[in-house]
């Protein structure tokens, strides 16, 4: 079933196209049919997921020809050797490097959000002690005094 809906997946657009008008002149509800399953299976690549679709088609295809996460290579182990030392050696000190710079930046904006946080919530409570009590409800006379 699996492989059925990836060939499914792979049929061209312009084919699907071809397929619905075929539909609507044999028989219009076949038509209406196709174009609801071109609408919900988003394969018209239109709208907000398309940009999406694309994403997903394009991982899709990298599986297929054996590449790993980010178009590395096979695995999950990173860049795939160069043939040449030196260069893989500078290479891996290059992305330890920019992870390293990158740990850094979050950890200085986490500072930054605390530091605004922080502000917001002094400032909040100094207006909150300077501003005036409120009036005290007046005083209902005493039963039977009245």
Same mark, same amino acid.
């Given at each position: 079933?699996?492989?059925?809906?990836?060939?499914?997946?792979?049929?061209?657009?312009? =084919? &699907?196209?071809? @397929?619905?008008? !075929?539909?609507?002149?044999? =028989? &219009?509800?076949i038509g209406l049919a196709? @174009?609801?399953?071109?609408? &919900?299976?988003?394969?018209?690549?239109?709208?907000?997921?398309?940009?999406?679709?694309? !994403?997903?088609?394009?991982?899709?295809? +990298?599986? +297929?020809?054996? =590449?790993?996460?980010?178009? &590395?290579?096979?695995?999950?182990?990173?860049?795939?050797?160069?043939?040449?030392?030196?260069?893989?050696?500078?290479?891996?000190?290059?992305? +330890?490097? @920019?992870?390293?710079?990158?740990?850094? %930046?979050?950890?200085?904006?986490?500072? @930054?959000? !605390?530091?605004?946080?922080?502000?917001? %919530?002094?400032?909040? !409570?100094?207006?909150? +002690?300077?501003?005036?009590?409120?009036?005290?409800?007046?005083?209902?006379?005493?039963?039977?005094?009245?």
């Open positions: 079933m699996h492989a059925l809906t990836h060939r499914i997946d792979d049929i061209p657009r312009p =084919f &699907w196209i071809a @397929l619905m008008v !075929m539909g609507f002149i044999v =028989f &219009w509800p196709i @174009l609801a399953y071109l609408i &919900w299976s988003r394969k018209m690549g239109c709208g907000r997921y398309a940009k999406f679709d694309k !994403m997903e088609r394009f991982a899709r295809w +990298q599986d +297929q020809r054996g =590449f790993g996460p980010r178009g &590395w290579g096979p695995g999950f182990g990173g860049p795939r050797p160069s043939g040449n030392a030196a260069f893989d050696e500078y290479r891996q000190q290059t992305l +330890q490097r @920019l992870e390293e710079e990158e740990r850094e %930046f979050r950890d200085y904006l986490e500072r @930054l959000r !605390m530091a605004k946080d922080r502000a917001e %919530f002094d400032q909040f !409570m100094r207006e909150r +002690q300077n501003r005036p009590a409120p009036p005290a409800p007046p005083a209902e006379p005493a039963p039977g005094q009245g």
